[in-house]
């Protein structure tokens, strides 16, 4: 059998680079219905016969995308590929799927921005005066909604950040937005800081403020906690995951008044992003993060008020049956009933033209907080930096509405059916 599945992979790859599409495709689908492939099977062949039936399948993937009756068979191979343990080089099959990536579905689209923007104080260009806002965080409460609005002192060019002040410095500054029922903005103002952060000075630090900022579920007392990265503490400009909680003042507005550096398994050594709080219900007794997918790794820590730092400690570390090393966690999960713990995390691509290309993908966590369903990848307005901050029901539990940033200077809110997620999502 090894012999022959060589001699199979030497016929389909002579057509492969002859370009013979459909014999590339049907002769490889025939030979791996032959082989008992299955979607969620490994073949469990020895290390070279693997070699070789990898390769056959990326081909399919490849061909079957020009194809129309095989395009579905053909995303379906390259995601075997993409989430198999046992394939490892998949720099090409990432770079292929991109061009399999379909956009969402949904319902309505609307932008999010405040009038009261900040302006820069010095800028370099006459013609760019202003922050742009991106990734916006949103929460639902009694009387609507509660979102947070990045809004940043720099632009995209090239896949490059370029600082529209005189300094150079990269600036974040973020506006909470009171939104009624229908998602209109009924009041706005900046979220300042009044925690021991706000007191750091350093004429070295590169990137100021509180960065991508994600809303926890509003306690009962009215307060809110959050999670965003920020640059200010030694190492400077070295992101690191930081814990706030949120308090209403004597002016009836949000404002910081507890920050806490969390200290994750790496140290200070690599900047951190995207971790993932799994129980915004319990702070402030303790907090719990998916610091990563494969291996499942979970840290937690107690929240001590008298510290600045925090070290988490494991909880949980778990290989996986599935690659899921590239998932970055984008939103908090949400309680869907009839479903289960629904999220979306983002995964970042480079593309053949060496450019970022982000996609999503719905998951479905179970009660262990392992994945047990996931969609396709996909994006929201095109393909290229788009970034899911954070997802929360609509006015009903039948609506979802997921919080956007797209192109890095365009803040939006996506309307989505429950039921078209529901179909979207697959068993693993």
Not at 26 to 51: A, D, P, S, V
Not at 62 to 72: L, P
Not at 97 to 116: A, P
Request: charged share 25%; aromatic share 12%.
């Amino acid at each position: 059998m090894d012999k022959n599945i060589e001699i199979y992979h030497n016929i389909i790859k002579y057509c492969f680079d002859n370009n013979y599409k459909d014999h590339v495709v049907k002769n490889g689908l025939e030979l791996l219905g032959t082989l008992g492939y299955e979607r969620n099977k490994q073949f469990g062949f020895n290390e070279k016969t693997n070699i070789y039936i990898y390769n056959i399948i990326k081909m399919i993937s490849i061909m079957a995308y020009y194809i129309k009756e095989y395009k579905k068979i053909g995303f379906e191979l390259s995601e075997y590929l993409v989430l198999s343990t046992e394939y490892t080089n998949k720099r090409t099959i990432l770079k292929n799927e991109i061009y399999y990536y379909e956009k969402l579905k949904y319902k309505e689209m609307k932008n999010l921005n405040v009038d009261n923007a900040p302006t820069i104080k010095s800028p370099k260009y006459t013609d760019r005066t202003v922050y742009y806002p991106l990734n916006p965080s949103i929460i639902k409460t009694q009387n609507g909604y509660i979102a947070n609005i990045r809004y940043v002192n720099y632009v995209l060019e090239n896949d490059r950040f370029i600082s529209l002040d005189v300094d150079r410095k990269m600036r974040s500054k973020n506006y909470i937005a009171e939104l009624d029922k229908s998602l209109s903005i009924i009041n706005s103002y900046e979220l300042e800081d009044k925690s021991w952060i706000s007191d750091i000075s350093n004429d070295n630090i590169k990137f100021n403020g509180f960065e991508d900022i994600i809303l926890f579920p509003m306690n009962e007392n009215g307060s809110i906690w959050c999670s965003c990265t920020t640059n200010l503490t030694n190492p400077i400009n070295i992101g690191k995951i930081t814990l706030c909680k949120l308090e209403i003042n004597e002016n009836n507005k949000y404002e910081i008044v507890e920050s806490y550096i969390l200290k994750g398994p790496n140290g200070f050594d690599r900047v951190e992003k995207n971790w993932i709080c799994i129980n915004p219900t319990e702070i402030p007794g303790s907090i719990k993060f998916i610091y990563s997918h494969s291996p499942l790794h979970i840290v937690g820590t107690n929240i001590d008020e008298n510290k600045k730092i925090l070290e988490m400690t494991d909880v949980l570390k778990k290989e996986q049956s599935y690659d899921f090393t590239r998932f970055r966690g984008s939103s908090l999960p949400l309680y869907v009933s009839n479903i289960g713990n629904l999220s979306v995390i983002h995964e970042v691509i480079m593309s053949r033209e060496n450019k970022r290309c982000y996609s999503h993908r719905f998951i479905l966590y179970n009660n262990k907080w392992e994945i047990v369903r996931l969609s396709n990848p996909w994006y929201f307005h095109h393909i290229g930096i788009e970034f899911c901050r954070s997802i929360c029901f609509g006015n009903t539990e039948d609506e979802i509405l997921l919080a956007v940033g797209i192109r890095d200077n365009t803040s939006c809110l996506y309307k989505m059916d429950i039921n078209i997620i529901h179909l979207m999502l697959h068993q693993l």
